[in-house]
Nanobody, 120 residues
Framework: QVQLVESGGGVVQAGASLRVSCAAS????VAWFRQPPGKEREFVAA????????YYVDSVKGRFTISRDNAKNTVDLQMNGLKPEDTAVYYC?????????????????WGQGTQVTVSS
């Protein structure tokens, strides 16, 4: 049974950095999604099972970095240069899917989410 548990959310000011982590007991593709207030869940980034490749939505390229440590069963999302529009509940998800899978329903396992709030 795959378990995903997010941690590390919080409230920060615009321009700050924050790292969210996912305890992920899986060797499949892991992705981060986010759901802004009143909006649908959207893809943010994904990483392959061995961490060799990653993929990002255009709006976070150059600001966010996804990484994983399979020895520790963790997948992190380092977020720099945060903007108010990054405010959302951030979820990690896992599944036997290609790296560039951005559709949420294709992922089989989900965490409970962690809130990230960026104030202006």
């Amino acid at each position: 049974q795959v378990q995903l548990v997010e941690s590390g959310g919080g409230v920060v000011q615009a321009g700050a950095s924050l790292r969210v982590s996912c305890a992920a007991s899986t060797r499949t593709t892991v992705a981060w999604f986010r759901q802004p207030p009143g909006k649908e869940r959207e893809f943010v980034a994904a990483i392959t099972w061995n961490g060799s490749n990653s993929y990002y939505v255009d709006s976070v390229k150059g600001r966010f970095t996804i990484s994983r440590d399979n020895a520790k069963n963790t997948v992190d999302l380092q977020m720099n240069g945060l903007k108010p529009e990054d405010t959302a509940v951030y979820y990690c998800a896992a599944g036997q899917v290609p790296l560039r899978t951005i559709t949420s329903r294709m992922y089989d396992y989900w965490g409970q989410g962690t809130q990230v709030t960026v104030s202006s």
